[in-house]
């Protein structure tokens, strides 16, 4: 599909209840409301085009983002390039995607992490610890001192990190608990430290996990299917 063909197509399954929901969820205007049926159909019929992707991008349209995240191609990223799409980004949304979709499987994931984490960007650090979270689930070739430091970090620092930053980190120590077996005693020490988080969801009905009880049920679902 070319551009224009996959921009009309986007505005004529975006509905105004959609936008409405995704809008309380974060996202950013301009935006038509496309399902994510209709953009998991649209994803199936392009599959990977990163020039298109390329393209959708530059729209600024979430919707276009939204695609343009599903059909790039993690492997032509350069550092430089992950950092502009994630500049400015002020959608949870989206940042969550781009993580998932593209920063997880590039060659400098690991680095990425460090520097987002680092960072005192509450969108930006929601995106290193995102991807800490990504990584403790999908690459099994990093040690697990890697993961008792970014614990060591949560644990520091949660508190006082900025909102949607600690969302995050909160999700990281499930993530990381539901490893192995050894994080998973350490992951659950940490939590029992750090005590409830609190994360202000705006007008929705999302609820921060508890993150012990959230790491028992991860884990006995990664071991069910033999991932640990």
């Known amino acids: 599909m070319h551009f224009t063909e996959v921009m009309r197509e986007l505005e004529r399954l975006g509905t105004e209840q959609n936008r409405r929901v995704y809008l309380r969820h974060g996202a950013t205007e301009p935006l038509f409301g496309v399902s994510f049926a209709h953009m998991n159909a649209l994803e199936k019929r392009i599959k990977r085009d990163h020039e298109l992707a390329e393209a959708l991008w530059a729209t600024g349209n979430s919707d276009a983002r939204t695609l343009a995240a599903a059909i ?43 520097r987002w984490t680092a960072s005192d960007d509450e969108w930006i650090g929601r995106a290193g610890w995102k991807l800490c979270g990504a990584l403790a689930e999908e690459d099994p070739s990093l040690p697990d001192s890697l993961f008792e430091e970014r614990l060591e970090a949560i644990e520091a620092s949660i508190h006082r990190a900025k909102n949607r930053a600690r969302d995050a980190m909160n ?46 049920k991860l884990y006995k679902k990664h071991k069910d299917k033999g991932f640990v």
Request: hydrophobic residues 45%; positive net charge; proline residues 6%.
């Open 171 to 216: 999700g990281a120590v499930i993530s990381i608990g539901a490893r192995n077996e050894p994080l998973r005693g350490k992951a659950l020490t940490a939590a029992r430290r750090i005590g409830w988080v609190e994360v202000d969801h705006g007008e929705t009905s999302c609820k921060t996990p508890d993150a012990s009880a959230h790491i028992q």
């Open 72 to 114: 790039a191609d993690p492997g032509r990223f350069t550092r430089d390039q992950l950092d502009a799409w994630l500049d400015g980004l002020r959608s949870p949304i989206l940042i969550d995607l781009v993580v998932k979709r593209i920063a997880v499987k590039t060659p400098f994931a690991r680095e990425a992490m460090a």
